[in-house]
């Protein structure tokens, strides 16, 4: 069976995986993924003939040309490529990709189902998907290293603070009192959409991705689906629809 190459490059990190079919057979985070190490995949999975990559920044145009003369299938994501859900995002080409792929990897997941993706990371995005498989749109709001990093910038006195798990509820020196107005501002910021969420829609699913999760996802009050992979399951997804459509 054919073997499927995700490469999913992100603000910070890239994110590398294989897919047998639909089945992840592993995934790495890597810092840059270079073109000597897509040969050495090849060499070491005979049947890794496919690829699909997803990019928010400009990347190595060698490796790009190794993907697309190497591979029998080579997509690279942008706004024409065909997917298995309807878009109706009024500006598709400012869509983020890797909003995209998480909302098709949730809806991989959980089709026919109304769908809150939320992906915590550099930025904290708010995606909907309807029950008829339709990408509505979401929203944007900054992440916890934007906020602490804004609050040290715009002010003329207040410290660059590190995230941490660990914070409490109401800050007593000027370091806990940042760290917990931006994480529970962003606790009470993501609960406040799920429950918006959850009144305008029926039999609402929430499914959470993203490095920053982990910080989360156990505070909210609802209740939340976490997948770290979604937006690989959602890119290898796309791949899978594009060959079947040949």
Known sequence: MPVNLVIDIGNTRTKL?????????????????????????????????????SSVKEYNP???????SSFETFIELDHTTPIPITNCYSTPETLGKD?????????ELFPNQNLLVIDVGTAITFDFVSAQNEYLGGNISPGKEMRLKALHHFTG?????KASDEFKLIGTT???AILAGVMYGIIFEIDQYIDFF???????KVVMTGGDSNLFDKKLKNSIFV????????????????????
Do not use: C, W
Not at 99 to 107: I, P, Q, W
Not at 157 to 161: D, E, S
């Open 174 to 176: 000027t370091e806990s």
């Open 157 to 161: 006195k207040l410290p660059l603070v």
């Open 198 to 204: 959850k009144e305008n829609f029926e039999n609402l």
């Open 62 to 68: 060698q490796l790009r040309e190794l993907l697309a």
């Open 17 to 53: 995986a294989l897919f047998n079919d639909f089945d992840l057979m592993f995934n790495v985070p890597i810092d840059e993924l270079k073109p000597e190490q897509v040969i050495m995949l090849q060499e070491e999975h005979p049947l890794l003939n496919r690829a699909i990559l």
């Open 99 to 107: 909003r995209l792929a998480a909302a098709v990897g949730a809806n």
């Open 227 to 246: 997948h770290f992979n979604l937006t690989l399951i959602g890119l290898n997804r796309i791949l899978e629809y594009n060959v079947s459509k040949k």
